[in-house]
């Protein structure tokens, strides 16, 4: 089992950037593919965006394109999550996840205690 623990959330305006943190327990967790979801009030959770374990495959979702990165420091069993250009849609808690293998597809089964982003116009 890994423990993962989420950081860097904060209020931003809109148009301006945030660094997320998702810090893994054990290094078993270099053998996991990683994920960022998001959930606002009233809405369902979205997936973001993923990566493998390697690094090699990332996903995003169409909304957050080109405005946010997600990369991974396995010697630090450390996802991150930059988001650049945000927008107030983009307010929301922010989770890390991650499920064992190399693919980031199918479902997640350890979860962080989530993270607030929000930002203003």
């Known amino acids: 089992q890994v423990q993962l623990v989420e950081s860097g959330g904060g209020l931003v305006q809109a148009g301006g950037s945030l660094r997320l943190s998702c810090a893994a327990a054990?290094?078993?967790?270099?053998?996991?593919?990683m994920g960022w979801f998001r959930q606002a009030p009233g809405k369902e959770r979205e997936s973001v965006t993923a990566?493998?374990?390697?690094?090699?495959?990332?996903y995003y979702a169409d909304s957050v394109k080109g405005r946010f990165t997600i990369s991974r420091d396995n010697a630090k069993n450390t996802v991150y999550l930059q988001m650049n250009s945000l927008k107030p849609e983009d307010t929301a808690v922010y989770y890390c996840?991650?499920?064992?293998?190399?693919?980031?597809?199918?479902?997640?089964?350890?979860w962080g205690q989530g993270t607030q982003v929000t930002v203003s116009s």
């Open positions: 990566i493998n374990w390697s690094g090699s495959s990332t």
């Open positions: 054990g290094r078993t967790a270099s053998s996991y593919s």
């Open positions: 996840a991650a499920k064992p293998g190399s693919g980031y597809g199918g479902k997640y089964n350890y």
